[in-house]
């Protein structure tokens, strides 16, 4: 398994088919109960005393004996028999694991989504090649440095060219589904996508989460280290 220190410095080469084919199947379930999920780790980080689930709690306020009220906000705990050891807040791991993977897709989303990077990126740079000759006849026959007749011979040449490189550029992107979680704009469309969107994206690309249990005393400071973010082994370079 991978480290979240190495996955951060390094890069990953998925499965694409079997990422792709999980994220866009028509049939799949949104969940196994039927009901909308609510808690983006919720079955998915795992305990790092017993290896089980931790699941997410609601917030809910507690009456003192002398009147005051405490706030228990909303944390992933461990709730099996015998262990009951690990709970965090979750908006710290929430917003801990939302960055993993934002940075992970941001900079090869396009591969683990099922495109081509090398190929898109050799098709900008031709695009841009044969926009950039095109613009120069027109400026060339503005100045009557070309006939009208050269200008038409140019544009007869170039411009299928142009519409292959588009055409090859459009093949080289991930799934129309999926577009939007690759490259820049991949915050703003994890901003817009639902809880059970956000854990099949988790899910399919192999990250193990796991919440160890902190020392006493500690318990009201995050430490990030405390999250043990891993990637299976297949996805490493």
Not at 204 to 214: A, C, D, E
Request: glycine share 8%; net charge positive.
């Amino acid at each position: 398994m991978r480290t979240l220190c190495g996955l951060i410095n390094g890069r990953i080469r998925p499965h694409r088919r079997s990422v792709v084919a999980l994220l866009t199947d028509p049939g799949r379930r949104t969940n196994n109960r039927g009901t909308e999920a609510r808690y983006l780790l919720t079955s998915i980080a795992h305990c790092g005393v017993r290896g089980r689930p931790v699941v997410g709690t609601n917030e809910y306020t507690y009456v003192l004996k002398n009147g005051r009220t405490r706030i228990y906000p909303h944390s992933y705990a461990c709730t099996h028999a015998g262990c009951m050891k690990v709970r965090r807040l979750m908006a710290d791991v929430d917003d801990l694991v939302t960055r993993v993977v934002l940075g992970v897709l941001e900079r090869d989303g396009v591969r683990l989504l099922g495109g081509d990077p090398t190929t898109a990126s050799h098709a900008r740079e031709r695009i841009a090649a044969i926009e950039a000759k095109l613009a120069l006849a027109a400026d060339q026959f503005a100045d009557d440095t070309i006939t009208g007749d050269q200008l038409r011979r140019v544009s007869a040449r170039l411009k299928p060219q142009l519409t292959h490189e588009r055409a090859r550029l459009a093949a080289s992107q991930p799934n129309p589904e999926l577009a939007d979680f690759a490259g820049t704009g991949i915050e703003d469309a994890w901003n817009a996508a639902d809880v059970e969107t956000r854990k099949r994206i988790i899910r399919v690309l192999g990250m193990r989460i796991t919440i160890q249990p902190v020392g006493s005393g500690n318990g009201r400071a995050f430490d990030p280290e405390s999250v043990t973010i891993e990637w299976p082994t297949a996805l490493q370079p």
